[in-house]
């Protein structure tokens, strides 16, 4: 099935961390924010995370519900939200409330067209691709009204693919970058004599960017 701007957006039954829903259901009258991430523990989404929860009270304000989704399960989701708790309170209060869909079949992930089929490298230890990062903005009649869908390494591309990085939320030039999970700690201590371990896959370091 091809979901398209003005497609109904499929219904759903799922476990969350907020419990079991109805997808349907759980938007009710609100707008929607369906957003995936590739898994859990990853260093850029620990940051989206964080940022998301901060903004809360915006989205609240608006009227729109936002619920995240993932190829892992319960148990992973809930260990995770507690580092993006402690990560994210680097910079300001960072309580994650918002649910986030356990998908370790990727059921949910297919009806969305969620999974990554190009990125070989984007798979779990059975070989199943993980979910890009794809946006769905959904509004109370359940008609998909927005979708963007960009890579897993999100960022700017050029200087990703350039110097193995890639960047946190609200990235700025002159900002801290994150260096790319693919990049040992043996290499990083060459590439980035001056990187930061603040979790075992989240490391940032400092970049001059001409």
């Given at each position: 099935?091809?979901?398209?701007?003005?497609s109904?957006?499929?219904?759903?039954?799922?476990?969350?961390?907020?419990?079991?829903?109805?997808?349907?259901?759980?938007?009710?009258?609100?707008?929607?924010?369906?957003?995936?991430?590739?898994?859990?523990?990853?260093?850029?989404?620990?940051?989206?995370?964080?940022?998301?929860?901060?903004?809360?009270?915006d989205?609240a304000?608006?009227?729109?519900?936002?619920?995240?989704?993932?190829?892992?399960?319960?148990?992973?989701?809930?260990?995770?939200?507690?580092?993006?708790?402690?990560?994210?309170?680097?910079?300001?209060?960072?309580?994650?409330?918002?649910?986030?869909?356990?998908?370790?079949?990727?059921?949910?992930?297919?009806?969305?067209?969620?999974?990554?089929e190009?990125?070989?490298?984007?798979?779990?230890?059975?070989?199943?691709?993980?979910?890009?990062?794809?946006?769905?903005?959904?509004?109370?009649?359940?008609?998909?009204?927005?979708?963007?869908?960009?890579?897993?390494?999100?960022?700017?591309?050029?200087?990703?693919?350039?110097?193995?990085?890639?960047?946190?939320?609200?990235?700025?030039?002159?900002?801290?970058?994150?260096?790319?999970?693919?990049?040992?700690?043996?290499e990083?201590?060459?590439?980035?004599?001056?990187?930061?371990?603040?979790?075992?896959?989240?490391?940032?370091?400092?970049?001059?960017?001409?």
């Amino acid at each position: 099935m091809s979901l398209r701007l003005g497609s109904t957006a499929p219904d759903f039954e799922a476990e969350t961390t907020a419990g079991r829903i109805k997808f349907h259901d759980w938007i009710g009258d609100s707008w929607a924010i369906l957003f995936s991430h590739p898994g859990d523990f990853t260093p850029v989404c620990t940051t989206e995370l964080g940022e998301v929860a901060r903004r809360a009270p915006d989205f609240a304000q608006r009227g729109v519900k936002v619920i995240g989704i993932s190829a892992n399960g319960l148990e992973e989701h809930h260990k995770w939200v507690q580092d993006i708790n402690e990560y994210g309170g680097k910079f300001g209060p960072t309580d994650v409330q918002f649910p986030i869909i356990a998908d370790e079949d990727r059921k949910i992930s297919t009806l969305y067209d969620m999974l990554d089929e190009q990125d070989a490298t984007n798979r779990d230890a059975k070989g199943l691709p993980f979910t890009i990062r794809t946006v769905f903005v959904i509004d109370p009649k359940k008609v998909i009204r927005l979708t963007l869908a960009y890579p897993a390494s999100t960022g700017p591309l050029q200087l990703g693919d350039k110097h193995r990085i890639t960047t946190p939320v609200n990235w700025k030039k002159g900002d801290d970058v994150i260096v790319h999970p693919s990049v040992t700690n043996d290499e990083a201590k060459t590439l980035f004599p001056e990187f930061t371990i603040h979790k075992p896959y989240l490391r940032t370091t400092p970049l001059k960017v001409d």
